[in-house]
């Protein structure tokens, strides 16, 4: 007499429905998210040069946004002090900063940390030069 054979319950058949389902829902977030990081530009900026002229009480900094989104400076820090600004840098334009630094002092020759701080918290470091 041929063995009986026994097809998949519905239980098992639940189980396997439920396991392809949670592939197909990972493999459509995974491709979804990437779409999206690809479509939307994360901002960058240059700072090419940065001078601390001490006689002027004066930071200077010319920065360069390569792109691919325009970017809104929001502060400037250096040495530790905040400077609140507001300036838009067009993709692949040149931009110079100049901005008042009170109560700051510092020898000339010497280089100052800072950092540029854009409306969305990313940072770009740079050393300014002190002048007199």
Known sequence: MPAKLKGMTSLEIA????????????VGWYLYTTFVASTT????LN???AELIVS??????????????DVKI??????GQVIDVSYVVPV???EEIDEPVEGL????GTMLPGRVILSGGQSFPFNALVKP
């Open 15 to 26: 189980i396997v429905v439920a396991i392809v389902l949670v592939i197909a829902v990972a």
């Open 41 to 44: 530009g994360q901002p960058r």
């Open 47 to 49: 700072v090419v040069s």
């Open 56 to 69: 002027e009480n004066k930071l200077k900094l010319y920065v360069v946004n390569p792109g691919p989104v």
């Open 74 to 79: 929001s502060q400037i820090e250096i040495a």
């Open 92 to 94: 692949g334009q040149p």
């Open 105 to 108: 002092t510092a020898t000339p």
